[in-house]
C-alpha cells in the first residue's frame, strides 16, 4: 500500500494469477493502496482499493493512472495533449470542484510531475 506518493508499506496482494496473465501484468509489478475522495466517483469511489501496474507508465490514448503531482498522489484519467503535454481528468461529472487540469512539458518537470503506474483493477464494497 502507498503511503504518500514516495513511499510504499509492503504488504502481501492476493490477486488471482490467470487475471494478470490475460492481462500481461508481471505480479512483482502490481501494487495497491485505498483511493481517498471523490475526483474519480462513481468509477472509482471513496476508499476503494485500486490496483496499480507500475510497469506501465506511458500514456497511449488514454488511461487511468496513478500519479504524483507537486508532491501529491493522485488518480486520473489521463490523456496526452500536442508537445508532450498531458490532461488530467477526473471522472466525477461535477466539474465546479473536480476540474480538468492541463499541464505543459515544461509544468510537467516543473512541478515533479511524473506517472506511478496505470490502474487496472478496484475493489469497493457496496452499500447497504
Not at 12 to 25: A, H
Not at 57 to 71: M, R, S, Y
Not at 81 to 89: E, I, S
Amino acid at each position: 500500500m502507498f503511503n504518500d506518493a514516495n513511499e510504499y508499506e509492503v504488504s502481501t496482494i492476493k490477486i488471482d494469477r490467470s487475471k494478470l496473465r490475460e492481462r500481461q501484468i508481471d505480479p512483482s509489478c502490481v501494487r495497491s493502496f485505498l483511493s481517498e475522495g471523490h475526483s474519480m466517483s462513481p468509477l472509482i469511489p471513496h476508499r476503494s482499493e485500486v490496483f496499480c501496474d507500475i510497469s506501465r507508465t506511458e500514456i497511449k490514448n488514454e488511461g487511468i493512472f496513478a500519479v504524483c503531482h507537486g508532491g501529491l498522489f493522485k488518480v486520473k484519467k489521463l490523456f496526452r495533449t500536442p508537445n508532450g503535454g498531458v490532461r488530467l481528468v477526473s471522472t466525477n461529472t461535477n466539474k465546479d470542484d473536480y476540474p480538468d487540469e492541463f499541464l505543459s512539458a515544461d509544468q510537467m518537470k516543473e512541478e515533479a510531475f511524473h506517472i506511478v503506474g496505470q490502474v487496472f483493477h478496484v475493489n469497493h464494497p457496496i452499500p447497504f
